[in-house]
């Protein structure tokens, strides 16, 4: 059956939005005029992938207040914007945003979807969404939040991210028709606090034609997608101090956990009885947690090992000062032992021997 024509079924979501929309402090009071700033639409659209709307607010007022435009973030040294993100996860973002305010600094916005879905970090998604919000294009973004909504509205089975082509089209006129920013907004707003994983249709402004809640089938649609197996490791994270310092891996430009400053980490294989005549240094330990990724858990015990002297470190490890450890960028995991180092801890039962997990991060002896 073909679908009812999208400005029939949606135009009851403009008046609902007008009432109930949420002071946020990246949206524009004229839902009617493109946005004055588009650099925070661009922000608030990163810094939303993958985070709650609740911790999003307080990160993009400071990094607005510390990144004011696209020039003073292309200008900023990459340990600022790490650490301006620190907290929010996926780093990623952060990278991507500097360098796409990088380029809108040197050339200007671009003047369509095709100039913004090239900008790093921009995927279909973001892109269509900036431009629907700040430019008032006519461009049907789909998040997690809309296919949910659409899929319920339409009672599409199966993954409504297979259609995703055919609901692009079926939502354009409607987007002409309440206004791009209008109906995208308002489309994001009735996914994430009514037409919830679990909806409240007793609040909904669409009730009354969906075809999910009429035909009694909104908790089967859309289908839960599988997650995809996650892996374990279970690792000493170690604080070593000596002189002052601590070391640290350096950022890496790539992998889970770039731009970041890390501890040194090690399978938790080795346990040998804890500080001995033989095994002098003083240890300190804590309660160990478990840091969970997207794809992988990490069972974690976290030590602090003071050595008389800095040995040369192998590649990819500095000494830092220990002053210096509150301005570095640390993803949530080592932001946790440095806040530790601060604390008392207590001797382990069992430790690994720390000659062996010296001997893992010296330079090799020439
Ligand atoms: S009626 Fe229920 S299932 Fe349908 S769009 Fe509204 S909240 Fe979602």
Redesign the pocket.
């Known amino acids: 059956m073909p679908w009812p024509a999208s400005p029939e079924l949606l135009t009851p979501l403009a008046p609902w939005f007008e009432r109930v929309r949420r002071d946020l402090p990246w949206r524009a009071a004229d839902l009617e005029a493109p946005h004055p700033d588009p650099y925070a639409v661009l922000v608030s659209e990163l810094m939303l992938q993958q985070t709650q709307v609740a911790t999003v607010v307080p990160y993009f007022t400071r990094w607005l207040d510390e990144f004011p435009d696209p020039r003073a973030l292309a200008n900023a040294e990459d340990d600022a914007v790490h650490k301006a993100w620190e907290g929010l996860g996926y780093y990623r973002r952060a990278r991507f945003l500097k360098a796409t305010a990088t380029s809108v600094a040197a050339e200007g916005w671009p003047a369509d979807l095709a100039g913004l879905a090239k900008l790093p970090g921009l995927g279909p998604y973001t892109a269509a969404a900036v431009g629907a919000i700040a430019f008032q294009w006519p461009t049907p973004a789909l998040d997690g939040n809309a296919f949910r909504?659409l899929a319920?509205?339409l009672l599409i089975d199966g993954d409504p991210k297979d259609r995703a082509a055919d609901l692009r089209f079926w939502l354009a006129p409607a987007l002409g028709a309440l206004g791009p920013s209008r109906l995208t907004q308002a489309l994001m707003e009735?996914g994430a606090t009514?037409?919830r994983p679990s909806?409240?249709?007793e609040r909904?402004p669409?009730?009354g034609h969906?075809a999910?809640?009429l035909a009694g089938r909104?908790g089967e649609i859309p289908p839960v997608a599988k997650r995809a197996k996650s892996t374990s490791s279970a690792l000493w994270l170690v604080a070593f101090e000596a002189e002052g310092h601590v070391l640290l891996h350096a950022p890496t430009p790539k992998g889970l956990l770039a731009g970041l400053w890390r501890w040194p980490t090690f399978l938790a294989t080795v346990h040998l009885p804890q500080a001995t005549a033989q095994n002098p240094q003083p240890t300190r330990a804590w309660p160990g947690w478990t840091q969970v990724y997207t794809h992988r858990r990490e069972a974690l015990s976290p030590l602090h090992i003071v050595l008389a002297d800095r040995f040369t470190p192998a590649a990819g490890l500095r000494w830092v000062a220990r002053g210096e450890l509150q301005g570095l960028p640390l993803g949530k995991r080592d932001q946790r032992l440095r806040d530790l180092l601060d604390r008392p801890g207590q001797g382990p039962l069992e430790a690994p021997d720390p000659a062996a997990l010296i001997k893992a991060c010296a330079a090799p002896s020439v």
Do not use: I, S, W
Request: charged content about 10%; glycine content about 0%.
């Open positions: 909504v319920r509205l009735l009514v037409c909806p409240a249709c909904c669409l009730a969906c999910a809640k909104t």
